[in-house]
């Protein structure tokens, strides 16, 4: 079992940055990758940024060169570094742990980003 908290997220302005955090806690070493993913109201669920256990990333490509995933293994976190956000950045982001060797998805309970004037 792995736990995942999100924390970080706000209100900002366009152009503005957002630090997330993803602290996650329980059968870590057993994760193959950590992904971002946000709901917009009326939305679908999408994927923001993936980062693989050999740090290999993945960016969606509304946010290429604004986003950045990263992790701190002695911390047990996962951050998503947010620059120049726009409106339409406006979400509830999500972190995610993925298991591939039995198939199991963690979720964490979200926090929510909003990009207004």
């Known amino acids: 079992q792995v736990h995942l908290v999100e924390s970080g997220g706000g209100l900002v302005q366009p152009g503005g940055s957002l630090r997330l955090s993803c602290a996650a806690s329980?059968?870590?070493?057993?994760?193959?990758?950590w992904g971002w993913y946000r709901q917009a109201p009326g939305k679908q669920r999408e994927s923001v940024a993936i980062?693989?256990?050999?740090?290999?990333?993945v960016y969606t490509n509304p946010v290429k060169g604004r986003f950045t995933i990263s992790r701190d293994n002695a911390k047990n976190t996962v951050y998503l570094q947010m620059n120049s956000l726009k409106p339409e950045d406006t979400a509830v982001y999500y972190c995610?742990?993925?298991?591939?060797?039995?198939?199991?998805?963690?979720w964490g309970l979200g926090t929510q980003v909003t990009v207004s004037s």
């Open positions: 995610r742990a993925d298991r591939y060797d039995l198939g199991y998805t963690y």
């Open positions: 980062i693989d256990r050999n740090g290999y990333t």
């Open positions: 329980g059968a870590i070493s057993s994760i193959h990758a």
